[in-house]
Structure formats: structure tokens, C-alpha cells
């Protein structure tokens, strides 16, 4: 345990600051484990999803250990100088470990270097950074997931449907599912191999596939519904299947589609994330179904790494963990 902050707020952008459990008068005696957790953007769905899991993962962590946890938790609002910036602060401050949400996954070297220097541990998640730079230090860890596994069960998803559903799918029966496909963010591990995972699994089973239009919609609700809108108006009833690379985007497109111009059309959406609202559209039969990324499991792995790793511990076992990465299972959702 590092020395205990020196009073007051840190004199960062909006803080939200949780300390879990007593206050420090109750449980004077314990020990405090001082935690950042850094954003790359909560208006992100699933960002905003595992904030929350992540926020009950600690508070549960605490109770069951004994230990005083102070969690700081700060958006880097999509720029990776404000996130250099509030990991600094944090590093000046001496907390004893921080988890990453990168901005920019490329720019991990400067960031692992401050942390090395300083002695403070660091657990990237989601956003991952690339392996030369994990092996800068032993004390740096991503959590996340493999994201051709998700582009696969979302190709599994896919033929499943096809198979009982083939005419409703192939609109115009000739043999080819005419789709259009909302990519991620360029350079984002999760988007152009989960897309090609996922073509890749649904060719082999035997399904011809035809790709009318594709666009990057970095992850964002209203710009899948953008593009979708665009596509509409441009092939309409041709489109028989959209594929997006999330769930935000899915729902984007999803709404676009609810248009009265657009009611009687059939298309097949297909998302990934498995946050609720898809959960629920899927329920809705309004899409064929998601692939849950496990965002519980992911907190869960990030708070048991940080609590060991801050309270200067060797890190216990922890399930698919290989060379300090480890990769949370995906699981398929339908109705
Ligand atoms: C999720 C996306 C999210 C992105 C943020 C991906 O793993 O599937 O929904 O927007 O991470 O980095």
C-alpha cells in the first residue's frame, strides 16, 4: 500500500468518486487500496455498462476482502492527451494502481513507461494494447476478449437463422444474402476481425453472401442509424440482413428501420455486446440475436487483478488468463 492521498478532490475533470463500503472512521484500521479507473468515453453503451459493473465489482470486493477500496473514475471523452493527462495526475497523486480504457490502443508505450517508473501497476481493458508494448513491463495486464471468437458466434447466429428461416432471409430467393455491414472504429481490435470472423463462418456454412455496403460507425447509436438511413434510401428492400460489429450500432439501425416509410420491410439485424436494449429488441423479435460480451466477467477480472496487484501481490489464478492477458468467453444470445 502506497502512501494515502493528501486531502481534497483531485483537481481533475468531472470525478466521480465511489468509496465503497464504511467510512474511513470505521475502518480506520484497515487497509486502503486507492484505485483510478480511466474511460475512454462513457457515452459509449458498453463502456457505460461495464462502469457499472465495474462500480458493483469493487463495492463487492471490499465488503468480501478486508480492505478499504477509494475508486476514482474519470472520462477521457475521446481524446488519448486528456487520458496522458489524468493518468499523470494520478501517477503524481501515487495511487496504487490504475485500470485503462485507451483512448488511442497504440499509444500504451509513453503510458506503461510512467507507470513503471512510478511503481503503480497497470490493467488495460477493452481497448488492447499491442503486444510489444504489453511486454514492456511484468506489472501490466489487459482484460477484454477474443474478437474472432465474437465475429464467429455471430456467424453461428446467423446460419442457425438461416437454416429454419432461409425464405424470410433470402427476400428475393437467389440463393445470396444481399447485407450491408456497420464496422467499428478503424484500428479497433474488435472490428474488422470480428467482421471478417464472421463472414468467414458464415461462408463455410454454406451461405453465399453478398455485401451491398459497408461503413465505419465507431460504435455509435446515431451514426449506425445514419448510414442505415442512407442505405435504405439507396436499396431499400434489396438489403436482407444487416451485420454490425456492436450492439449501439445495431440498435442505430434498428431505429432507422422504425421509420412508417420502412414497416413493411424484413431485414434481419445482428448485433454484439449483449447490453440490455438489445437484450430486449431480440426479445421483441426485432433482432435474430446478439453475442453477450461479457461485461460482468470482465469487471470481475479487472477488480480482482487491480485489488491484487495494488495491494503489491502477486496476482491469483484467474480463468483464461495467458501471459497476463486474459480473454472472457463469449456467449451466444437469441430468443
Ligand atoms: C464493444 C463495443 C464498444 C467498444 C469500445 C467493443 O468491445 O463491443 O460496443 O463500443 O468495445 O471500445
Not at 177 to 205: F, M, N, W
Amino acid at each position: 500500500m502506497k502512501k494515502s492521498i493528501g486531502g481534497g478532490l483531485l483537481g481533475l475533470l468531472a470525478a466521480a468518486m465511489l468509496c465503497a463500503g464504511c467510512t474511513a472512521d470505521e475502518k480506520s484500521d484497515t487497509q486502503e487500496l486507492r484505485v483510478g479507473v480511466l474511460f475512454y468515453n462513457q457515452d459509449d453503451m458498453f463502456i457505460s455498462a461495464m462502469r457499472q459493473e465495474l462500480d458493483e465489482c469493487f463495492r463487492k470486493t471490499e465488503k468480501q476482502e478486508e480492505c478499504r477500496i477509494t475508486v476514482s473514475f474519470f472520462d477521457s471523452m475521446g481524446n488519448q492527451l486528456t487520458q496522458n493527462e489524468q493518468i499523470k495526475q494520478f501517477i503524481e497523486r501515487d495511487y496504487d494502481v490504475l485500470c485503462v480504457n485507451l483512448v488511442d490502443r497504440t499509444d500504451a508505450a509513453a503510458i506503461i513507461d510512467e507507470g513503471k517508473k512510478a511503481d503503480i501497476p497497470l490493467v488495460f481493458f477493452n481497448r488492447e494494447p499491442v503486444s510489444a508494448d504489453l511486454a514492456r513491463w511484468d506489472k501490466v495486464y489487459y482484460v477484454g476478449a477474443d474478437a474472432a471468437e465474437g465475429g464467429r458466434q455471430q456467424g453461428e447466429i446467423f446460419l442457425e437463422y438461416y437454416k429454419k428461416h432461409k425464405d424470410v432471409m433470402d427476400k428475393n430467393g437467389d440463393g445470396l444474402i444481399q447485407y450491408v455491414l456497420l464496422e467499428g472504429e478503424p484500428g479497433h481490435q474488435d472490428a474488422a476481425i470480428r467482421t471478417e470472423s464472421c463472414i468467414k463462418t458464415i461462408k463455410e456454412g454454406g451461405v453465399e453472401m453478398r455485401r451491398l455496403a459497408g461503413a465505419n460507425a465507431n460504435w455509435r447509436f446515431n451514426q449506425g442509424k445514419e448510414k442505415m438511413e442512407g442505405w435504405l434510401a439507396e436499396f431499400g428492400d434489396g438489403i436482407e440482413a444487416v451485420i454490425s460489429n456492436n450492439d449501439a450500432m445495431a440498435l442505430g439501425a434498428l431505429e432507422a428501420l422504425d421509420e412508417p416509410e420502412w414497416a413493411d420491410l424484413q431485414i434481419q439485424v445482428l448485433g454484439l455486446d449483449g447490453i440490455e436494449e438489445a437484450q430486449a429488441a431480440i426479445k421483441e423479435g426485432r433482432m435474430i440475436g446478439t453475442v453477450l460480451n461479457d461485461a460482468k466477467g470482465q469487471a470481475e477480472a479487472i477488480v480482482q487483478l487491480a485489488a491484487d496487484l495494488g495491494r503489491d501481490e502477486t496476482p491469483r489464478a484467474i480463468s483464461h488468463m495467458e501471459n497476463r492477458v486474459v480473454r472472457v468467453p463469449y456467449d451466444i444470445l437469441t430468443q
